[in-house]
């Protein structure tokens, strides 16, 4: 045995199951980043445990965040959303969160609206540890005039008056990756959208992968290693965790599940019908793919794999 | 609409790419006048070359496969903010004559809805050279003044862009709706440059929320040539967003 590797034995594995990375990491009131590569590896198992645990008072962060959102405002675990834009990205509207701004349903609902770039910095910031980012977007709008987080200024180097956005530090990120190592060591590609930063930004990261490997795999390109493990509090081990969202390589995007979505949320009565049938009468994600079925599943697996040519790290 | 908005994008250029519409518009673009515009996405792509497949998301892994870089959204944005960036394309729910865009509250008989927010749009809005809109024409969308700016246009016109610290080579270049395409005068108020063939003025000027003014040498929006015309075919074959 090499020294490094009775080193690594000795390290304990974050691996733990989906039920007990929620229960110990995201409590009611929490502040969670979510859907940071925005329509790519949307952590929908993730959302749908805490619903199931029934979450209230969290505010959601992300640029957009296709249909979680909706979700979990309609099963009334948010109480506030910071964001750029929520809705469906392919079908339109999101019913549950119109029904929640507009009429205060399931509950009242406090959104903060962002523009994507304004998101990106106020994570940036918490990121770099920063109070602020300066930008010339949203001035003008009326983004700025009703969103606190976002700040005139004169600039004290030219004679212009930019933006303060102000950094956000999220309790938590929950970030859906395609391989991480036991220790949260986590390679991603594709689309990244705020994931750097954001998990830089967070007090905890939670990494949901698609496949847990050994650490040589990950220190063989470490490149494409975005999330460092020495951040992240617990790795979850969840195949097939950001469905219907797609994963580069892994996932096909499920349009459809969207389009179906959009119709059986639409009135609340089909919404709390759709709830009960994807995520409350269902134990975990590994009933959920069932209930999916094979047709289905089959259908959104990679047909063509495309492997990038290896890059030589040797010296 | 999509023709008219591919026009829109020169040979060369550097060009935000919105969904719906605007992908399927750049994609023509590049097909036909425009082989060397490059697009930008907001997740962080940059591509070269445009995805051959029918693209729900910005985010499908077509778009992502064979891309030139998969960065960051600050990545691309930093390139917007710099002012590389030539075009953006918008869609939105309510335009002014002013060309600004609310995409936050609409209404729609007499009652407030709630709409998903600017995205990235306002960022476009903001800082691109140009700014183009599409959107369906009628007195609803097209109102006199939009309730709330969720990405700026031209203001209340004259120097106000200017005034509130936007770039100075920033702001709407161009609205193509269903009926036609409006322009801009130096003042920042829209004007009818072109109607779609088939389209009367008093048609564009009865669905429009204000006395739209209209140009002294008005034109007819050249149809969509066969080139055009095959490659919405190939890329959008059941209409999911020409429908």
């Known amino acids: ?315 | 609409m999509v023709a008219a908005a591919a026009r829109e994008i020169g040979d060369g250029e550097v060009v935000f790419v919105g969904m719906r519409l605007p992908m399927l518009a750049f994609l023509v673009a590049r097909r036909t006048h425009a082989p060397r515009a490059v697009g930008l996405f907001e997740n962080g792509i940059i591509r070269e070359t445009p995805s051959t497949q029918l693209l729900y998301t910005m985010g499908d892994p077509p778009n992502i496969f064979e891309a030139t870089q998969c960065g960051q959204m600050l990545d691309v944005m930093a390139l917007l903010q710099q002012g590389r960036v030539d075009a953006g394309f918008l869609g939105a729910a309510e335009i002014d004559r002013f060309g600004n865009l609310n995409t936050t509250w609409g209404h729609r008989n007499n009652e407030m809805q709630r709409l998903p927010g600017s995205g990235g749009a306002c960022d476009i809005a903001c800082l691109a050279r140009r700014t183009v809109v599409l959107l369906a024409h009628d007195r609803e969308r097209l109102t006199d003044r939009v309730s709330h700016i969720t990405s700026p246009g031209f203001g209340t016109g004259g120097a106000w862009r200017h005034s509130h610290g936007l770039p100075t080579a920033s702001g709407p270049s161009a609205v193509i709706t269903t009926l036609g395409v409006l322009r801009f005068g130096h003042d920042g108020e829209a004007f009818l440059s072109s109607v779609h063939p088939g389209v009367s003025v008093e048609e564009v000027l009865a669905n429009t929320g204000w006395t739209l003014r209209v140009a002294d040498e008005l034109i007819e929006t050249k149809p969509p040539t066969g080139a055009e015309l095959d490659v919405m075919r190939e890329l959008d074959p059941h209409h999911f967003w020409t429908r």
């Open chain 1, 1 to 315: 045995m090499t020294p490094e590797s009775k080193f690594e034995s000795k390290l304990e594995s974050k691996v733990i199951s989906m039920r007990d990375a929620i229960a110990q990491h995201v409590p009611s009131g929490s502040m969670v980043l979510m859907g940071a590569q925005l329509e790519q590896m949307i952590p929908f198992a993730a959302g749908h445990e805490l619903i199931r645990q029934g979450r209230r008072d969290l505010t959601l962060v992300g640029p957009i965040s296709d249909i979680l959102f909706d979700q979990m405002i309609g099963a009334g675990c948010v109480s506030r959303v910071m964001a750029a834009w929520v809705g469906n990205v392919s079908a339109g509207v999101g019913y549950c969160y119109r029904r929640a701004t507009e009429r205060n349903i399931p509950r009242r609902l406090e959104v903060v609206d962002y523009s994507n770039f304004t998101m990106a910095l106020a994570l940036h910031a918490g990121a770099m540890g920063t109070p602020f980012m300066p930008t010339y977007a949203t001035l003008g709008s009326d983004l700025l005039k009703k969103n606190g987080n976002l700040r005139e200024f004169a600039s004290p180097v030219s004679e212009e008056t930019l933006v303060a956005v102000r950094a956000l530090r999220p309790d938590v990120a929950i970030l859906n990756v395609q391989r991480a190592d036991a220790q949260g060591n986590a390679h991603l590609w594709g689309s990244l959208g705020v994931a750097l930063d954001g998990a830089r930004a967070s007090r905890k990261i939670i990494i949901v992968a698609e496949e847990i490997v050994e650490p040589c795999i990950i220190s063989s390109d470490p490149n494409r290693t975005l999330v460092p493990g020495f951040l992240v509090a617990a790795v979850v081990h969840e195949p097939g965790g950001a469905h219907p969202s797609p994963v580069q390589g892994y996932l096909g995007r499920d349009h459809a599940f969207f389009e179906e979505y959009h119709e059986r949320s639409r009135r609340i009565e089909d919404f709390e019908d759709w709830l009960a049938h994807w995520v409350l009468h269902l134990p975990d994600r590994r009933e959920y793919w069932k209930q999916l079925g094979s047709a289905r599943t089959g259908a959104l697996a990679v047909k063509h794999h495309a492997f990038s040519a290896p890059a030589d790290f040797g010296y």
